[in-house]
């Protein structure tokens, strides 16, 4: 016998239903259920299979259903089911495919009344007809349901899915003879315990295995079913389709879902992996959970309501060897935790604002206007609920309320008081980021040209300092001999030259006499002369030093001969060396492989013997003259000297909300700039921006984005949520094999309504009536017809 342990409350009302505690079990727990007065609790699992009395100090162990003297698979339990008529009669299912059914009534030790072993595999859940006392419902692995009768000692009718394994079966509260039946393929199924040869029913419920399903307990129609994608859904199946009629969005796959007691929209969840927690949703707010019960340390097994008409307690098991029995009072409110004001743009400018009914109460009792004197409110406000008086926790009471931003450029939308005011219309315009993304290229040309083209598309949608950043980026990451004439136009007209050594020409020239002056503008005006006139080759003379003016003086110079400037100072006077520590050694510079040897220039007619004589310079002004037209750094820059640069860059784009730009230049300069930026930076980024072009509804750039990333976690988005279900067009069953044969019906399932044929590649179908064909068939038929080419009668279009 166990210890008991009980948790203490220290709340001040009074418990409703019970309090919070827990005993330690001696395995892992699969599976508990309830008997029909709430006195009892069964757990079952692999190594356990135990009864427990719910008393007020704690749990009592009252019976082990594991006796004999060698260990069977029978004992090894996947689920457990009590029987709400009868209290002494209880199923579980094993997983070694038997289905077995024990009596309490038994005098003997051993409880066990019948063996059902016509399953192959393991199965996953049995379920009792919630009225009829013999019959027994099971699904397994296998693919199969059985229905047996415990008066007889085999199954009455086996129900096939054709489909994957069966992972829940569950009948309904109130149709007597429907169940329904959720399988891995993300299927649901609804059968007809009459009719065993073909389902009533079936639609794809989500875009994973569904693990469980439960029959709400007072509305007929609604079916709630949780999967793997971490969903919770709700079906209306009082339609003649299955209708979702509420979502509820998790963080973990969905193990197990039931239904609260006398609350409507209330249903609990627990997960198989990763969150241990389980919780209780309003399924009209499906983003935050209602309450939350912590107390677990390991993934939640089995979940249970312990009287179905009490919502206060909640029985569970779980894989930390522990039975907890929950009171409501004592789950925490995450909610209580939640931000209570939330503003948001919509994606034409509308504002959408909430805020607790106090906050906006008293704003207007203190003479501020509630309403929107700029915008025109669209919708009423709601989300204001009365106070519940048998619920435990109080209701969130909260406004919300949307409005239009105004017409026209010059206008805004006003807050309450006017504290959002003017120009929000004008700047949430987002006309420019959907031309953007549209014409914006990424990839298919050189680095060069898509600079270019994505500059000119910026500069045509008036962003000219977007237009200016492309342009630069192509500047300093394209090869220097490479840099195009428009290029380097825009180079000459900065005005600046990041790549020589900054000085004063008033310091220069202040060492200079006037006749080396007019000397030297005599040189500069026939250098122009000769850089304009590039068919002519000139060599270098003894007045060339009159190049360095001329780089710094009013005229423009082209890159190339930025890139390949050389001083080179030497004279035709064999009498006169310069200094060794005046300059550097001339052939050191001309050893770099990477600087472009300067072009022969002839000796300018302009100048003569005794010009060029007085125009040569001292050591001191030559010192002056090199540092000057000396290159601060290689010709040529590794991509990577300009990666904190442009790492920078993109950080500003992004934090200022343009992330098109951010994630743009990402892709464009690929390997270059891709190191310097952490990858969880990039795919926040890429998620950003795929997010708003799916809200904008650019699918094939969203596409093409996805495609063109480098982050693993962004380039499988393409791969997830894929899952391609086949019918049969006539008998309407999936299709197992991979053959172009129904395994049914022995009939091509994929035949064209129009030509007949098999189509063997692109198909296009009817969503009424279910026919279809070759693409371009149909295309051709429904252009001229309205009516269905099998002759159905449906009237079908194309859109």
Not at 245 to 259: D, L
Not at 779 to 796: A, F
Request: overall charge negative.
């Amino acid at each position: 016998m166990e210890k008991m342990t009980r948790v203490s409350t220290v709340l001040g009302s009074a418990s409703v239903g019970g309090k919070t505690m827990f005993c330690h079990l001696d395995a892992p727990a699969n599976a508990i259920s309830v008997c029909r007065d709430a006195a009892q609790v069964v757990v079952a699992g692999r190594n356990i299979f135990k009864i427990y009395a719910l008393e007020e100090e704690g749990f009592t162990e009252r019976l082990n259903l594991r006796v004999g003297r060698k260990p069977s698979l029978n004992f090894s339990c996947a689920d457990v089911m009590w029987h709400q008529v009868d209290e002494n009669l209880l199923a579980t299912a094993a997983t070694n495919g038997a289905v077995v059914t024990w009596n309490l009534g038994r005098p003997c030790r051993n409880k066990q009344e019948q063996l059902f072993t016509e399953h192959k595999r393991t199965v996953n859940k049995v379920c009792f007809h919630p009225t009829e006392v013999h019959m027994l419902l099971s699904g397994s692995q296998d693919g199969f349901m059985k229905c047996f009768d415990l008066r007889k000692k085999e199954s009455v009718s086996t129900f096939s899915g054709q489909s994957e394994s069966v992972r829940d079966v569950q009948f309904s509260m109130k149709d007597y003879f429907t169940f329904a039946a959720s399988f891995e393929n993300g299927n649901v199924q609804l059968w007809d315990i009459r009719r065993p040869d073909r389902y009533e029913r079936m639609f794809t419920a989500h875009t994973g295995p569904v693990f469980c399903c439960d029959w709400h307990p007072d509305d007929r129609g609604w079916l709630a079913t949780g999967g793997r994608d971490k969903m919770v859904k709700v079906w209306d199946m009082s339609t003649n389709r299955a209708k979702e009629v509420y979502c509820v969005q998790t963080i973990a796959s969905v193990a197990r879902v039931k239904w609260r007691p006398e609350r409507k929209h209330h249903l609990a969840t627990c997960s198989m992996m990763v969150d241990h927690n389980i919780y209780v949703w309003d399924v009209r707010r499906p983003y935050i959970p209602f309450a939350t019960f912590e107390e677990h340390k390991d993934v939640t097994t089995g979940i249970v309501w312990r009287h179905q008409h009490d919502p206060q307690v909640l029985l569970s098991g779980s894989k930390d060897s522990t039975l907890y029995q929950h009171a409501f009072k004592d789950a925490s409110r995450p909610v209580d935790r939640a931000n209570p004001e939330g503003l948001c743009f919509g994606l034409l400018g509308d504002l959408a604002f909430a805020a607790k009914e106090s906050l906006v109460a008293g704003g207007a009792e203190a003479g501020r206007k509630p309403g929107y004197p700029g915008g025109d409110r669209r919708y009423p406000i709601f989300f204001f609920k009365k106070p519940d008086v048998t619920e435990q926790f109080a209701q969130v009471a909260s406004v919300l309320s949307v409005f239009e931003a105004l017409g026209g450029g010059g206008g805004g939308v006003c807050g309450i008081g006017g504290g959002v005011a003017g120009g929000v219309a004008a700047g949430s315009r987002m006309d420019w980021f959907v031309e953007t993304a549209r014409l914006y290229l990424l990839s298919g040309k050189p680095f060069a040209e898509l600079c270019d083209h994505n500059a000119k598309v910026a500069k045509q949608l008036n962003r000219p300092q977007v237009s200016t950043t492309w342009t630069m980026l192509r500047i300093m990451f394209s090869e220097p001999a490479h840099l195009s004439s428009s290029a380097n136009h825009n180079m000459g007209k900065l005005g600046t030259l990041p790549l020589l050594n900054s000085f004063n020409m008033k310091d220069l020239s202040s060492g200079l006499n006037e006749r080396n002056k007019e000397s030297r503008q005599d040189n500069i005006h026939s250098l122009e002369t000769n850089i304009n006139n590039n068919d002519v080759d000139n060599e270098e003379t003894e007045g060339s030093e009159g190049q360095a003016e001329y780089v710094f003086g009013d005229a423009e110079l082209d890159d190339d001969d930025l890139y390949s400037m050389e001083h080179d100072n030497q004279t035709e006077e064999p009498e006169y060396t310069l200094p060794q520590e005046a300059f550097p050694l001339r052939h050191e510079i001309m050893e770099q492989p990477s600087a472009p040897e300067p072009p022969e220039k002839a000796e300018s007619p302009h100048v003569s013997g005794s010009e060029a004589e007085s125009a040569c310079l001292t050591p001191s002004e030559s010192v002056s003259l090199i540092s000057v037209s000396q290159l601060l750094f290689p010709p040529h820059l590794p991509p990577a000297f300009f990666g904190p640069v442009v790492k920078e860059m993109l950080a500003h784009y992004a934090e200022q909300g343009d992330v098109q730009m951010a994630v743009s230049v990402l892709i464009v300069l690929g390997e270059r700039i891709r190191k310097e930026i952490d990858d969880l930076t990039q795919e926040h980024w890429y998620t950003s921006y795929i997010d708003l072009l799916q809200r904008f509804e650019l699918w094939n750039v969203s596409n093409e984005v996805i495609k063109l990333s480098t982050c693993a976690a962004i380039g499988c988005l393409n791969q997830t949520s894929t899952t391609l279900h086949i019918n049969c067009s006539n008998c309407k069953r999936p299709m197992n094999n991979r053959g172009w044969i129904c395994d049914r019906c022995h009939q091509c399932a994929s035949v064209c309504a129009v030509c007949h044929h098999v189509v063997r590649g692109l198909f296009v179908w009817c969503q009424g009536c279910g026919h279809g064909g070759h693409l371009e068939h149909m295309r051709s038929w429904l252009r001229d017809n309205t009516h269905c080419p099998t002759g159905c009668g449906h009237l079908c279009e194309y859109t």
